[in-house]
């Protein structure tokens, strides 16, 4: 079916440490892997995304690894922020049309 | 631009009632969807569109209804409100209808069913 499912659903860290949030996916045919960011009260935005033909990008302090054989991908945050703090969302590409998100980690990053 | 636009942004309805929530974009994107996201669930997707004249169902269509006559909006319709659709709604909408197109959201609207 189509499902990604997303760990963990709570996520605190101290800041300067990394935080990985993981994401599976059911459809071996998935070949776009979207991350979004979600602040308290306001709409998701997409922070970074990858897509089946490469393992691995970053931008800056984030980076998207992607496991094809095991169909997987994680989200990495290195030195985070209190600003960092927010609800992120993985997704993946379902047919020609869907993008499926996962239930979301509220990330937690103490002073 | 103003982006994607949704209104209200909050809302309490009595079980039984009807209601449309309204969305509207003008990016002239031709894919737009609507998802519900509820805590400890994320975001399912209710209904999508990839034209107008042109609906399909997503993740958790039942209960609710959708119409593409213009471009620019995609109002959705909750056609007898349940407690079990409190929600927070999304609009979305995306140049094109490939997912891999970045999807712009909505401020959202909070809908409470008593």
């Known amino acids: 079916g189509e499902n990604v499912e997303q760990h963990p659903s709570t996520l605190s860290v101290q800041e300067g440490d990394s935080a990985v949030i993981k994401c599976t996916y059911s459809d071996s045919a998935s070949n776009y892997f979207p991350w979004y960011k979600q602040e308290l009260g306001k709409r998701p935005q997409l922070i970074i995304d990858?897509?089946?033909?490469?393992g691995e990008k970053k931008d800056q302090r984030i980076a998207v690894t992607l496991n094809k054989t095991a169909k997987h991908f994680s989200l990495h945050i290195t030195e985070t922020q209190p600003e960092d703090s927010a609800v992120y969302f993985c997704?993946?590409?379902?047919?020609?049309?869907?993008?499926?998100f996962g239930s979301g980690t509220r990330l937690l990053v103490r002073p | 631009n103003a982006g994607v636009t949704q209104t209200p942004k909050f809302q309490v309805l009595k079980t039984g009632q009807s209601m449309t929530l309204q969305c509207a974009q003008d990016?002239?994107?031709?894919?737009m969807s609507w998802y519900r996201q509820d805590p400890g669930m994320g975001l399912r997707l209710i209904h999508y569109s990839v034209g107008a004249g042109i609906t399909d169902q997503g993740e958790v269509p039942n209960g609710y209804n959708v119409s593409r006559s213009t471009t620019e909006d995609f109002p959705l319709r909750l056609l007898s409100a349940a407690p079990s659709q409190t929600s927070v709604y999304f609009c979305a909408s995306r140049d094109g209808t490939d997912p891999t197109y970045e999807q712009y959201f909505g401020p959202g609207t909070r809908l409470t069913v008593t």
């Open positions: 997704a993946a590409r379902y047919s020609s049309y869907k993008l499926i």
């Open positions: 990016m002239n994107h031709e894919y």
């Open positions: 990858i897509r089946s033909n490469v």
